[in-house]
Nanobody, 125 residues
Framework: QVQVVESGGGLVQAGGSLRLSCIAS????????MGWFRQAPGKEREVVSC????????YYADSVKGRFTISRDNAKNTLYLQMDSLKPEDTAMYYC??????????????????WGKGTLVTISS
């Protein structure tokens, strides 16, 4: 059964850090581009960061550039998102996604083939 499960969310103060993890099962992570998306209350889902299958291409939304770092460990079938200098506007449910289309300038969610259930990130001011 194909599954991606997020973890690592929580409540932190502004300026703090969190590291999200996404463990994949039922498929080899090394075969897929992967991404992180988020949805804040009352807002549409938006892309945060994506990485291609080899890790050689990454994309970051302008709102997180310089603060977030996406990485992957294909041997552990795990995707990560290191989030530093967190801001209250980063508060959202964060979702791991399998299979987005990734270029340095764009990450497209329309071709995502599997979504996790999300992990909640709350940043207090």
């Amino acid at each position: 059964q194909v599954q991606v499960v997020e973890s690592g969310g929580g409540l932190v103060q502004a300026g703090g850090s969190l590291r999200l993890s996404c463990i994949a099962s039922g498929f080899g992570l090394d075969l897929y581009n992967m991404g992180w998306f988020r949805q804040a209350p009352g807002k549409e889902r938006e892309v945060v960061s994506c990485i291609n299958w080899s890790g050689g291409t990454t994309y970051y939304a302008d709102s997180v550039k310089g603060r977030f770092t996406i990485s992957r460990d294909n041997a552990k079938n795990t995707l990560y998102l290191q989030m530093d200098s967190l801001k209250p506007e980063d508060t959202a449910m964060y979702y791991c996604a399998r299979g987005p289309s990734v270029t340095p300038n764009r990450c497209e969610s329309r071709v995502v083939s599997s979504w996790g259930k999300g992990t909640l990130v709350t940043i207090s001011s």
